[in-house]
């Protein structure tokens, strides 16, 4: 099994720039979240995918936010007019199907860190 | 709302010393419980969880019992190493949500 992959690793841009983020799930997981954290924080929930379908979001997920996983395999997720209070690391998760063994387990990727200049 | 409050860090121990780090929460019903470590430029990994009242969690030398009287999910180790230095998140996902709630974590130093 390979790991939840995410690209880039590091991102700075410079605000008021649109920038857009790639995770690659476990395959065969038709789960798929994104979470957004700072600095001394525990993450916190942006978004969930069962398989291309959006479920859920967050209040944390502003119009200028959006996430897409159009096959039902790898998400996107943008970040347009960036702000330097989106500095953060976005981290992208995983989970095998509801009756799984292990489907209440969200495998983490390594994390895309975002620096807004 | 639900919520996970952990002790505050950073946590500096000599190795071989025993190790507590406590977590409590606060849910509706019967969360699942979650310790996840980050390792110094690493990603989140699970390292134990418990689904229901009683059950305790383990995994290398670490672990936790799920308390519901106390609302509690305290992690412990008898003898830290080195190796154990690593930012732990204590989590839950209540029943009927994919939304992991974590902690603000607590950073542990293990000093030879």
């Known amino acids: 099994d390979t790991g939840v992959s995410q690209d880039p690793r590091h991102k700075i841009t410079k605000r008021g720039q649109n920038v857009t983020f790639r995770c690659d799930p476990i395959?065969?997981?038709?789960?798929l979240y994104w979470y957004r954290q700072t600095l001394g924080q525990g993450p916190e929930f942006l978004t969930y995918?069962?398989?291309?379908?959006?479920?859920?979001k967050s209040r944390l997920l502003s119009d200028r936010f959006s996430a897409e996983r159009p096959k039902g395999s790898f998400s996107t997720l943008e970040i347009q007019r960036t702000e330097q209070g989106d500095s953060a690391m976005y981290l992208c998760?995983?989970?095998?199907?509801?009756?799984?063994?292990?489907?209440?387990?969200?495998?983490f990727g390594p994390g895309t860190r975002l620096t807004v200049l | 709302g639900n919520s996970v409050t952990q002790m505050e860090g950073p946590v500096t121990l000599s190795e071989e010393a025993f190790l507590t780090i406590n977590c409590t929460y606060t849910a509706t019903g019967y969360p699942s419980l979650f310790w996840y470590v980050q390792y110094p430029g690493e990603g989140l990994q699970l390292l134990l969880k418990?689904?229901?009242?009683?059950d305790k969690g383990s995994n290398k030398g670490f672990e936790a019992t799920y308390r519901k009287e106390t609302t509690s999910f305290h992690l412990e180790k008898g003898s830290v190493q080195v190796s154990d230095s690593a930012v732990y998140f204590c989590a839950l996902l209540q029943g009927g949500s994919e939304k992991l709630v974590f902690g603000k974590g607590t950073k542990l130093t293990v000093n030879p």
């Open positions: 395959s065969e997981h038709n789960r």
């Open positions: 418990a689904t229901k009242a009683d």
């Open positions: 998760a995983s989970s095998p199907r509801t009756r799984s063994p292990s489907a209440d387990t969200q495998y």
């Open positions: 995918f069962q398989n291309e379908a959006q479920l859920e």
